[in-house]
């Protein structure tokens, strides 16, 4: 064998040799890639509930529909809850789908006049107790009252076939 | 021109290709191979780390001492944190794969096997209000109602022990002292954090949130609002039909609950509360939800204007009062709770006595 040859046989195998290094190691690694989803994780080596603690979030309620109200006391005006509920609520009946819409109305549907009677009665207590509190001004229990009542009424004016 | 030689350089380019081939194969086997090994031990290390936690429940229902560092256990190991009690950590390893799970062990309260638990006395006002019970009702003081009422209990039984009708907030500050505020507040934040991020909402406020069946709420399990002091916090919930479907969603507060329901008809959804002051609910239509009412004071069904029902349970450590109910107000047992199908949140709301349960069972 000349001395050519010899070169060429060892140029032939050094070329295998990197080529053969370079594919091996181009494979490993996408298989690597592949089958990340089976090799362990890190796992994290203090208690998770203490992990989450202290990133935990406090949350943006506006995100999430809410209405925050700075007040913390009853609110006893009708304006108020109007404003609240009926917004809130037309707003609700107009992204619901008209078939969930359909459902509550079904639900709802009820004698006209036992409608009319109730939003009588809603107003001789909102009246009632009105009264009440302007006369004692600290019965909480009164003014609890009166509140629930001016809520039942923004909210019973705005659902379905109770207009 | 001289072709000596050509043969072997062709074998040798043969050889080469070959050797690539070859390469390339045992590169792939012995890559599937790893990672099927590490899927295995992976797989391992989980049941070993289930078998932990099924060693920890066994340990803490028969008060034994929990082990201390790793315990050997088929291929691999577990290791059993309980630092941070109700929450136990159980870590199993297998080869390099570690996994770690996390429950919270709770002893359910007593509370929860009846249908009205009511720590001081229940009372029905009203011209013509009336209340149906079904299955027990457990009052630790008296019942009493106005002269033209109606109530009917299927079983109620009046002077019963607290412990039987109330639930006490366990000490999570660590104080040494349970029930109070401070106490409420911690168990407010581990609820939200036995949750991921996307299935909790955490209001920080001292004012009043209202709370609608807005579509970012579907999935969510729980809502904490919290107020800095007792009193703070209030929560005003109006939930209609127009609620999502198959929804199990709690929301805890630190001051007073107010429910205004025109109505709960979503199917399968429960909407159940935790509070710290008064529980009040209202309707003006017809109404019915399933849920879990707690509240640590008083709780009242007020100005009902129609029919009421609420199936599940009704907790409340102090006063129970239905005034006004104008039709009637129903209630039915659920054994939710009993059956491992704890609302969201009431797993921490365990006690030293009860049934032992496992709550909140996660992969975290």
């Given at each position: ?43 994290p080596?203090v208690a998770p509930a203490q992990v989450n603690r202290a990133k935990r979030a406090i949350s943006r309620p506006e995100d999430f529909g809410m209405v925050v109200t700075e007040n913390n ?11 609240m509920?009926?917004?809130k ?75 | ?83 941070n009690?109700?929450i ?14 996390q429950?919270s ?64 907030i366990?000490?999570y500050n660590n ?5 109070e505020f401070v106490d409420f507040v911690e168990f407010g934040n581990l609820a939200v954090e036995n949750y991921s991020a996307d299935e909790v909402v955490h209001v920080e406020t001292n004012g009043t949130v209202n709370i609608f069946p807005d579509s970012a709420l579907v999935g969510k399990k729980i809502i904490f609002v919290e107020g800095s002091s007792t009193g703070t916090g209030n929560v005003n919930i109006f939930f ?7 929804q199990d969603l709690t929301v805890i507060s630190t001051g007073t609950i107010t ?12 909407l159940s509360t935790i509070s710290w002051g ?18 640590h ?46 609302p969201p949140g009431f797993g921490l709301l ?10 909140d069972?996660q992969?975290p």
């Amino acid at each position: 064998m000349d001395k050519k040859m010899k070169k060429h046989i060892l140029i032939s195998i050094g070329l295998v040799a990197v080529t053969i290094i370079a594919v091996s190691f181009s494979i490993y690694q996408t298989q690597k890639l592949e089958n990340t989803y089976v090799l362990p994780k890190e796992q994290p080596r203090v208690a998770p509930a203490q992990v989450n603690r202290a990133k935990r979030a406090i949350s943006r309620p506006e995100d999430f529909g809410m209405v925050v109200t700075e007040n913390n006391a009853p609110v006893l005006n009708q304006e108020y809850w109007d404003k609240m509920i009926s917004n809130k609520v037309r707003s609700l009946k107009e992204n619901t789908p008209k078939e969930v819409l359909g459902k509550l109305n079904q639900k709802i549907k009820e004698d006209p006049v036992k409608t009319k009677e109730k939003m009588k009665l809603i107003d001789e207590n909102i009246k009632n107790f009105s009264l009440l509190v302007a006369k004692e001004p600290n019965n909480l229990e009164a003014r609890k009252r009166l509140k629930h009542f001016l809520m039942l009424k923004s909210l019973a004016r705005e659902l379905p076939n109770n207009e | 021109m001289n072709n000596r030689g050509v043969a072997l350089i062709i074998s040798y380019m043969v050889v080469s290709v070959l050797t690539i081939l070859s390469s390339v194969f045992l590169v792939g086997s012995s890559t599937e191979s790893n990672a099927a090994r590490n899927y295995s031990n992976s797989s391992r290390a989980f049941w070993i780390a289930e078998a932990g936690m099924a060693q920890a429940y066994r340990n803490w229902i028969n008060n034994s001492a929990q082990p201390v560092g790793g315990v050997s256990f088929g291929a691999g190991a577990y290791s059993i944190d309980t630092s941070n009690l109700p929450i136990v950590t159980v870590s199993g390893t297998c080869g390099l794969s570690t996994r770690t799970i996390q429950a919270s062990f709770v002893r359910i309260p007593s509370a929860f096997d009846n249908t009205v638990s009511v720590g001081g006395n229940m009372t029905l006002n009203g011209l013509l209000a009336k209340v149906e019970v079904y299955d027990k009702t457990r009052i630790s003081g008296t019942f009493s109602k106005t002269a033209f009422a109606t109530a009917v209990f299927s079983d109620k039984q009046e002077g019963v022990s607290k412990d039987a009708t109330t639930i006490k907030i366990p000490d999570y500050n660590n104080n040494g002292t349970s029930d109070e505020f401070v106490d409420f507040v911690e168990f407010g934040n581990l609820a939200v954090e036995n949750y991921s991020a996307d299935e909790v909402v955490h209001v920080e406020t001292n004012g009043t949130v209202n709370i609608f069946p807005d579509s970012a709420l579907v999935g969510k399990k729980i809502i904490f609002v919290e107020g800095s002091s007792t009193g703070t916090g209030n929560v005003n919930i109006f939930f209609d039909a127009t609620w999502a479907d198959n929804q199990d969603l709690t929301v805890i507060s630190t001051g007073t609950i107010t429910y205004v329901e025109p109505l709960q008809y979503a199917s399968d959804s429960r909407l159940s509360t935790i509070s710290w002051g008064d529980y009040g609910e209202i309707s003006v239509f017809r109404s019915e939800h399933e849920s879990v009412v707690y509240s640590h004071e008083d709780a009242s069904f007020v100005d009902i204007l129609d029919w009421g029902q609420t199936t599940g349970n009704v907790i409340t450590n102090q006063n129970l009062g239905l005034t006004e109910v104008l039709t009637y107000e129903k209630f039915y047992y659920s054994d939710r709770a009993k059956n491992g199908d704890m609302p969201p949140g009431f797993g921490l709301l365990s006690g030293s006595t009860g049934t032992p349960y496992v709550a909140d069972w996660q992969e975290p």
